[in-house]
């Protein structure tokens, strides 16, 4: 019985931890890179102060299902406005609050969120997004009324700009 635990002990000690909580990337370029390594849409939540991504949830928190879903599914990454890089991120994706999700390329802006979103839709986006076999052929728009964006290239084209958030 003891050389079996003995046995299956290096296995339970190599199993990856569970995923429960996304990491949040604050460098951008990083984040970019490690999308597309691993295949996965970024998401991008636009937001001010310490954890807040979690202020851009309505209702102040997310739930263990949403932050399942971003650990699993997505590189996560913060642009908090109150330091310059996120401050630039966000002047870059002409966006002071809000929600940006990736295709899996990381070339295509697949979600524009602007403002707080409710739980359930982010939960909504997040699923629809993270479908391996989704082809995203335009940019989906929700959240208040959005300015009418600068003449230019979209903002998500090849993820520019950089620096940590």
């Given at each position: 019985?003891?050389?079996?635990?003995?046995?299956?002990?290096?296995?339970?000690?190599?199993?990856?931890?569970?995923?429960?909580?996304?990491?949040?990337?604050?460098?951008?370029?990083?984040?970019?890179?490690?999308?597309?390594?691993?295949?996965?849409?970024?998401?991008?939540?636009?937001?001010?102060?310490?954890?807040?991504?979690?202020?851009?949830?309505?209702?102040?928190?997310?739930?263990?299902?949403?932050?399942?879903?971003?650990?699993?599914?997505?590189?996560?990454?913060?642009?908090?406005?109150?330091?310059?890089?996120?401050?630039?991120?966000?002047?870059?994706?002409?966006?002071?609050?809000?929600?940006?999700?990736?295709?899996?390329?990381?070339?295509?802006?697949?979600?524009?969120?602007?403002?707080?979103?409710?739980?359930?839709?982010l939960k909504r986006y997040l699923t629809k997004y993270a479908d391996p076999d989704l082809e995203v052929k335009k940019t989906e728009k929700h959240g208040?009324?959005?300015r009418r964006p600068v003449a230019g290239p979209p903002p998500m084209m090849s993820f520019g700009g950089g620096g940590g958030c």
């Open positions: 019985m003891y050389t079996s635990m003995m046995l299956a002990l290096p296995l339970i000690l190599a199993s990856p931890p569970e995923q429960g909580s996304p990491v949040w990337q604050r460098d951008y370029q990083e984040a970019n890179q490690q999308g597309q390594n691993e295949k996965k849409p970024l998401a991008i939540f636009v937001g001010s102060g310490k954890k807040g991504y979690e202020k851009l949830v309505r209702h102040g928190k997310m739930n263990a299902r949403i932050e399942k879903l971003l650990a699993e599914n997505y590189v996560c990454v913060y642009a908090n406005t109150k330091k310059k890089a996120g401050k630039r991120l966000a002047k870059q994706f002409r966006l002071q609050k809000g929600l940006l999700i990736s295709d899996r390329t990381g070339k295509i802006l697949a979600l524009r969120h602007t403002g707080p979103v409710a739980s359930k839709a208040a009324k959005q």
